[in-house]
């Protein structure tokens, strides 16, 4: 990935370019030092209104809630602090226009939208990202994110999503990095470093906003919106690291969580949003409620009517309203009654000018705009796109889950058939929140192969099965628009097509799975397998004897135990993105080595869930070498998941020799190197991620049977090898204790090296 960033860099030196204005804004100095940042928000903070202040606590999008009449009218008044969903230069300018002419003090708005993994040049979903295990992928993109995303006069991004889950019923896991504490707080800490770059300010930078805040990937059940419940122990070990990770990377934007914690909506927890975001992570930034968040306080059973929902949010916490009328409408009144104190009124409004100043926009409203003859002709123009380093980064998150005899790589020859509802969707290659991306521009896998066997061999294709042939899904999929198409031809009119593509070719390739918008907000399944249409499908090119590669996209870790018997090889793809279609044809053809690791472990089947790595230990462990009714276990199932956190095949194989330590004793404040030996001991190049996992058998409280601390992704040689090192510290055995205690106990602790979270190499050593 080195070779991206001297391109880009010749971009982000560009200067800030002068504002396209008549009127001079409230202007503030070139030095963006804290103590230059306070002294200018408390003057300006001196001169504005109670309406002015709560006008910059509104976040408002732009839609048919809001015409641009009305918007107008309410920038003309202060009553607008920001603006989310509009993506265009000229729109953003004609707004920021009517700040620096008609409001009284021309504060600056900032614009925001959900650039999650990619603005126009779409790259794979954030859990396909994860399965890259490789930081500096995720600094690719998040540069090039930005990139694109500050060229469209945007400021702050909704993202990255850091909710650790085990709920591969949970729509949104599609837009977090997985399971697991640590590999999800590195990814997340790199896609913040890299999208905030030195500076908001800079004109090729976008400020981020870490969400949800917190635990909101441990909803119940699964369920979206619905409420979590956890002990103080848990939370502080396993869900808020990865936002504590991104706050002290500098995200500068907290997003609250929709649900309840213990029985406290996030909205209104003050604990929360007080006492350990502010008073123990020392955040000076913002924090903004999700979508509608402030009312939905009535439904969730804590506030009496929306005067009351205001209260308790701005009292706990909540600098900026999202979507909703109640701060305008409500606190004025609150104040003057003094159930709102002006103090907390100056204190939210202040962490708003401080982010708008953090990102320049006092010296420059137009900063990430430029004047407009510099406009683009073509918004979604071709050369905008960064397609070479979409294509690269989506090839390191293709994992390989099943290669029986080898059948991959497939050779360029003969007759291949592609069959499958996925295999020419270019809406669903994109994956959810595609942000500004066209799906007209992205590759299909159908594209990618067709280019991949031009001149050299046939590819015959049929869509074989809509996506789900169950009318209530189908309407539920397309209830906000036409998301999924449903082919006119009858069930078996597809199907019959579809095999008898397949007996005329030589290998079946199958591009099954979900809908992008099946994983996504708002979308829980309770049955996590691939839908039935697709299904029926693939046991009917299973009885045509022809080999078959089933080419997986989803969003979730799904339930492919059926699958997984079927199949002759299955390549994991996720949503891989604009270049997609080029990425899984190179794997597919061997052009490139597949190198990704799961960062979820895929569950046999959905009454298996929770199936997480680094679950506790209990008193009556199930042993598989030697059964015993009475010990935990399903006794229906094989125990243990399909396919294990961290795992991942090649085309080549490689070995990893006994760990050695340097020493097998540490003391407090020392550290000790854990190493081994890894050699590719196949007959072609290829990468692999190197994973460390601890377990501290003896402590005050159960500890995990194991858990991920470090990993480095390596590329070598056939025959070559390589030592990979990890130094571990105190940090790596400490853990909160049953009074709430963050320390390492004394003991001894077990090493486990390996290629995924199975198959490990083990050692101890002794702490005291």
């Not at 795992?647 to 081994?676: C, E, I, K, N």
Request: net charge neutral.
């Amino acid at each position: 990935m080195k070779w991206i960033y001297p391109l880009l860099a010749l971009s982000f030196s560009s200067p800030l370019w002068a504002a396209d204005t008549t009127v001079a804004p409230t202007s503030a100095p070139e030095a963006r030092s804290e103590q230059a940042r306070d002294a200018f928000v408390t003057q300006l903070l001196s001169k504005m209104t109670l309406d002015e202040k709560i006008g910059q606590l509104r976040l408002i999008s732009v839609g048919p809630d809001n015409p641009k009449q009305a918007i107008r009218e309410m920038i003309r008044n202060g009553q607008v602090g920001a603006i989310f969903n509009t993506v265009t230069r000229p729109d953003i300018r004609a707004m920021q226009d009517q700040v620096m002419q008609l409001s009284r003090l021309k504060i600056p708005l900032f614009f925001a939208y959900d650039v999650v993994h990619g603005q126009r040049t779409i790259f794979p979903i954030p859990l396909g990202l994860a399965a890259s295990w490789d930081p500096q992928a995720i600094k690719t993109v998040g540069r090039i994110s930005a990139y694109e995303a500050a060229d469209d006069g945007l400021n702050m991004t909704w993202a990255p999503m850091v909710d650790v889950s085990h709920e591969p019923r949970w729509g949104r896991m599609s837009e977090g990095f997985g399971e697991d504490t640590l590999l999800t707080a590195e990814m997340g800490k790199a896609m913040v470093e890299s999208m905030q770059g030195k500076s908001p300010a800079d004109r090729y930078s976008l400020m981020t906003s870490v969400k949800h805040f917190a635990l909101y990937g441990a909803v119940e059940g699964g369920q979206e919106y619905n409420s979590v419940d956890m002990s103080p122990q848990r939370m502080f070990q396993e869900y808020l690291p990865p936002y504590k990770a991104a706050l002290d990377a500098g995200s500068g934007g907290v997003m609250v969580a929709l649900n309840s914690v213990n029985g406290v909506p996030a909205t209104a927890d003050s604990w929360l949003l007080k006492d350990v975001l502010r008073d123990q992570w020392k955040f000076k930034g913002i924090t903004i409620s999700d979508h509608g968040a402030i009312k939905e306080l009535i439904n969730h059973g804590v506030a009496s009517d929306p005067r009351d929902a205001v209260r308790i949010a701005i009292n706990a916490g909540i600098d900026m309203s999202m979507s909703d009328q109640y701060y305008s409408q409500y606190l004025p009144g609150l104040v003057k009654s003094g159930a709102v104190s002006m103090a907390t009124i100056d204190e939210a409004t202040r962490h708003v000018l401080n982010v708008k100043y953090d990102m320049g926009l006092f010296s420059n409203p137009y900063s990430h705009l430029g004047p407009a003859q510099d406009d683009p002709k073509d918004t979604n123009a071709e050369s905008r796109l960064h397609r070479p380093q979409a294509r690269e980064v989506a090839a390191e998150t293709l994992v390989l889950l099943k290669n029986r005899l080898g059948v991959l790589p497939l050779k360029k020859q003969g007759t291949i058939a592609l069959i499958g509802p996925l295999a020419d969707s270019k809406q669903d290659i994109m994956g959810s929140w595609s942000a500004a991306g066209v799906a007209a521009q992205s590759v299909t896998v159908r594209e990618g192969m067709t280019q991949a066997l031009a001149g050299k061999a046939t590819l015959l294709y049929a869509k074989g099965s809509n996506i789900t042939d169950n009318p209530l899904v189908q309407k539920f999929l397309n209830s906000y628009g036409p998301e999924v198409s449903v082919d006119k031809q009858s069930p078996q009119q597809l199907l019959d097509q579809a095999v008898a593509m397949a007996r005329k070719a030589d290998v079946v390739v199958a591009a099954v799975g979900e809908s992008q918008g099946m994983a996504h907000e708002a979308s829980s399944r309770s049955d996590i397998r691939i839908p039935a249409a697709q299904r029926r499908l693939l046991t009917a090119l299973k009885a045509t004897g022809k080999p078959l590669i089933i080419v997986l996209m989803n969003g979730r870790p799904l339930d492919i135990s059926e699958q997984s018997q079927q199949a002759d090889a299955i390549l994991e793809t996720w949503f891989s993105g604009t270049e997609g279609g080029h990425a899984i044809a190179d794997a597919l053809f061997g052009d490139t080595n597949p190198s990704g690791k799961l960062p979820v472990s895929f569950p046999r089947s959905v009454g298996q869930i929770p199936a997480y790595y680094n679950h506790l230990p209990t008193g009556r462990p199930y042993n598989y070498l030697h059964p015993d009714k009475y010990t935990s276990h399903y006794y229906d199932a094989i125990n243990g998941p399909l396919y294990p956190f961290g795992y991942g095949l090649s085309y080549t194989t490689f070995s990893v020799s006994p760990v050695s330590l340097s020493s097998d004793q540490m003391t407090q404040g020392g550290h000790l190197q854990a190493s081994v030996t890894v050699t590719n001991t196949g007959k072609r190049a290829g990468a692999t991620v190197v994973q460390m996992y601890l377990n501290d058998p003896v402590a005050s409280l159960s500890r995990p049977v194991e858990e991920l601390k470090g990993f480095q992704r390596i590329s070598l040689q056939p025959g070559q090898s390589q030592q990979v090192s990890f130094k571990i510290t105190e940090d790596e055995l400490k853990f909160w204790n049953p009074q709430m205690k963050y320390l390492a106990e004394p003991g001894q602790f077990n090493v486990m090296i390996g290629l995924d979270s199975v198959r490990t190499e083990k050692t101890h050593f002794n702490y005291q």
